[in-house]
């Protein structure tokens, strides 16, 4: 039976991802896009416009997959550094992933794949490590986004007690090339390059390859074992470190380093800077939590059942880099 992948969020950083792999394997392949995106292309591409939080506009992404083996990945969601959780976030990342799964069920996909956080994972004390956890609550994590996606989380594990095969995957903080969404930490590095960013902050988080994550989506979907979640991290990396690998395959300027508490106090500041500048500021009070939060993740789960092996920054950072150049070359100004 010929193999379809149903992809959500295929206009964003991730999503887009993994369409141009199926694509590069030529897997038939349909993809969600908001109306008005940009639809990724591809010989074995369709894309169908449509929003999460509206069940029907999401109809024509399932209908006639009849005779196929269908996979759903759901990439879609909100991403937002802030603190609270917004309606509009609530909307999208838990209705949304709602109303996928009720889809999934009406039209007896063959597996969901859902695309949640490592953020969704209650945090340890600053030496322990963290690995999957079998049950999620918004109370037990910090910030918005967090909260958004153990819900999600919660609900797809949820549907699995009742009857639905999915498997869940947790990516830690994702980077590299192919980014037409906003990513925030594909942000910070073409900031650098384009030499509008005004200063480092002390502190990191675990950065993983959106490429790495694309291609541990998909293999979830094929050898993940149904009811599973599986951690798809990297290792912990300073922000600096990432800057200074970014230096040295793009040149810059050397940026002072900023304690967290100081940044904390220079946010308002910073924050003023990329409003002048029209962008999404990147230090807020929850980023700044984030890069001083516990990010011992372990994927050895994932690098048991699934083959996961990430790859190192520096090639992450290499290609990124390459790309920004290229976008900033074919971009019209």
């Given at each position: 039976?010929?193999?379809?992948?149903?992809?959500?969020?295929?206009?964003?950083?991730?999503?887009?991802t993994?369409?141009?792999?199926?694509?590069?394997?030529?897997?038939?392949?349909?993809?969600?896009?908001?109306?008005?995106?940009?639809?990724?292309?591809?010989?074995?591409?369709?894309?169908?416009?449509?929003?999460?939080?509206?069940?029907?506009?999401?109809?024509p992404?399932?209908?006639?997959?009849?005779?196929?083996?269908?996979?759903?990945?759901?990439?879609?969601?909100?991403?937002?550094?802030?603190?609270?959780?917004?309606?509009?976030?609530?909307?999208?990342?838990?209705?949304?992933?709602?109303?996928?799964?009720?889809?999934?069920?009406?039209?007896?996909?063959?597996?969901?794949?859902?695309?949640?956080?490592?953020?969704?994972?209650?945090?340890?004390?600053s030496?322990?490590?963290?690995?999957?956890?079998?049950?999620?609550?918004?109370?037990?994590?910090?910030?918005?986004?967090?909260?958004?996606?153990?819900?999600?989380?919660?609900?797809?594990?949820d549907?699995?007690?009742?009857g639905?095969?999915?498997?869940?995957?947790?990516?830690?903080?994702?980077?590299?090339?192919?980014?037409?969404?906003?990513?925030?930490?594909?942000?910070?590095?073409?900031?650098?390059?384009?030499?509008?960013?005004?200063?480092?902050?002390?502190?990191?988080?675990?950065?993983?390859?959106?490429?790495?994550?694309?291609?541990?989506c998909?293999?979830?979907?094929?050898?993940?074992?149904?009811?599973?979640?599986?951690?798809?991290?990297?290792?912990?990396?300073?922000?600096?470190?990432?800057?200074?690998?970014a230096?040295?395959?793009?040149?810059?300027?050397?940026?002072?380093?900023?304690?967290?508490?100081?940044?904390?106090?220079?946010?308002?500041?910073?924050?003023?800077?990329?409003?002048?500048?029209?962008?999404?500021?990147?230090?807020?009070?929850?980023?700044?939590?984030?890069?001083?939060?516990?990010?011992?993740?372990?994927?050895?789960?994932?690098?048991?059942?699934?083959?996961?092996?990430?790859?190192?920054?520096?090639?992450?950072?290499?290609?990124?880099?390459?790309?920004?150049?290229?976008?900033?070359?074919?971009?019209?100004t």
């Amino acid at each position: 039976m010929q193999k379809l992948f149903l992809v959500t969020g295929a206009a964003g950083h991730l999503g887009g991802t993994i369409v141009r792999q199926l694509e590069k394997d030529g897997v038939l392949t349909r993809g969600l896009v908001l109306p008005g995106e940009a639809a990724p292309q591809g010989d074995h591409v369709t894309c169908v416009e449509g929003d999460v939080r509206k069940k029907d506009s999401l109809r024509p992404l399932f209908e006639g997959i009849q005779g196929y083996e269908t996979y759903v990945i759901h990439t879609a969601g909100i991403v937002d550094i802030s603190e609270h959780v917004s309606p509009t976030m609530y909307d999208v990342n838990v209705n949304g992933t709602k109303n996928i799964i009720d889809l999934c069920r009406e039209y007896q996909v063959k597996r969901l794949v859902y695309v949640s956080s490592v953020h969704a994972i209650p945090e340890k004390k600053s030496l322990e490590v963290m690995r999957e956890v079998t049950r999620f609550s918004p109370d037990w994590v910090v910030g918005g986004y967090a909260k958004t996606k153990a819900e999600a989380t919660q609900a797809v594990l949820d549907a699995v007690a009742q009857g639905l095969d999915a498997v869940v995957v947790h990516p830690s903080g994702i980077l590299g090339p192919y980014d037409n969404a906003g990513n925030h930490l594909v942000q910070m590095v073409r900031d650098y390059v384009n030499g509008k960013l005004p200063a480092c902050v002390k502190g990191g988080y675990d950065f993983v390859d959106v490429r790495d994550v694309a291609l541990g989506c998909l293999t979830a979907a094929e050898k993940g074992k149904t009811g599973e979640c599986y951690i798809l991290s990297n290792r912990h990396y300073d922000v600096k470190d990432v800057l200074r690998i970014a230096k040295s395959v793009s040149g810059g300027r050397k940026l002072p380093v900023l304690p967290i508490w100081m940044a904390k106090g220079a946010a308002p500041l910073l924050g003023f800077i990329a409003k002048v500048r029209k962008q999404r500021p990147l230090y807020t009070k929850y980023s700044l939590y984030t890069l001083s939060s516990n990010d011992r993740f372990s994927h050895d789960k994932a690098t048991s059942d699934l083959g996961y092996r990430p790859r190192d920054l520096y090639q992450t950072i290499r290609d990124t880099v390459s790309w920004i150049r290229k976008r900033k070359v074919t971009t019209p100004t």
